[in-house]
């Protein structure tokens, strides 16, 4: 079965410092990995993905993501983060193989980043 | 574009009161789904469609239909609404692409709440 797994609720970081949100992974395939970000009221925003090749990633608003098979992880950084970063991330995965609409997602990781 | 649009924004019912969901994207995508938010779970798949005329359960259906007539228009129903249904629900739309390059563009949400 397909699952995502999110181990932290919330993470507070101060700006400027580097930040990380965690995301572990468990498809019966080759794993595609999604990051989402929500801000208050609003939709799902897409941020960036994994599929196949470089295991760092690069996405939108300076946010990268590490690829990391062994240990089936997907953990969401960023150098330097801003106070504008804070909000509701998502981490996702659509199995490969099967069900290729069917995206798991992962509970939720609250982000505070602090002046 | 408008993208994926979905109404209405926010829904109050009775219990055993029913009710459409509408959702519409007008971005020729192929596979749309129905996503409900609830605190602490993450997005939960509902139905999805992988083109007009073909349908599917997600991980939460019972509860709720659904129909694809068109390739714009994935609709969502409530047959007899109960407090359990309250939640935030999410629609998304999302393009075939070569190796799963697919992202999902999601829907500003309709909060619904069953009294």
């Known amino acids: 079965a397909q699952s995502v797994a999110q181990p932290e609720d919330q993470v507070n970081v101060a700006e400027g410092n580097p930040l990380t949100v965690k995301c572990t992974y468990s498809?019966?395939?080759?794993?595609?990995l999604f990051w989402y970000v929500q801000y208050p009221n609003r939709g799902l925003q897409f941020l960036l993905k994994y599929i196949t090749g470089d295991n760092l990633v690069k996405g939108s608003y300076g946010f990268e993501a590490e690829f990391n098979k062994s240990q089936t992880s997907f953990h969401l950084k960023k150098p330097s983060a801003l106070v504008s970063d804070s909000a509701l991330y998502f981490c996702?995965?659509?199995?490969?193989?099967?069900?290729?609409?069917?995206?798991?997602f992962g509970s939720g990781t609250k982000l505070n980043v602090k002046p | 574009n408008a993208g994926v649009t979905q109404t209405p924004k926010f829904q109050v019912l009775k219990t055993g009161q029913s009710m459409t969901l509408q959702c519409a994207q007008d971005m020729n995508h192929e596979y749309m789904s129905w996503y409900r938010q609830d605190p602490g779970m993450g997005l939960r798949l509902i139905h999805y469609?992988?083109?007009?005329?073909?349908?599917d359960q997600g991980e939460v259906p019972n509860g709720y239909n659904v129909s694809r007539s068109t390739t714009e228009d994935f609709p969502l129903r409530l047959l007899s609404a109960a407090p359990s249904q309250t939640s935030v629900y999410f629609c998304?739309?999302?393009?075939?692409?070569?190796?799963?390059?697919?992202?999902?563009?999601f829907g500003p949400g309709t909060r619904l709440l069953v009294l």
């Open positions: 469609s992988v083109g007009a005329g073909i349908t």
């Open positions: 996702a995965v659509r199995d490969a193989l099967y069900n290729f609409n069917k995206f798991y």
């Open positions: 998304a739309s999302t393009i075939r692409a070569p190796q799963g390059r697919e992202t999902q563009y």
């Open positions: 498809v019966s395939g080759n794993p595609y």
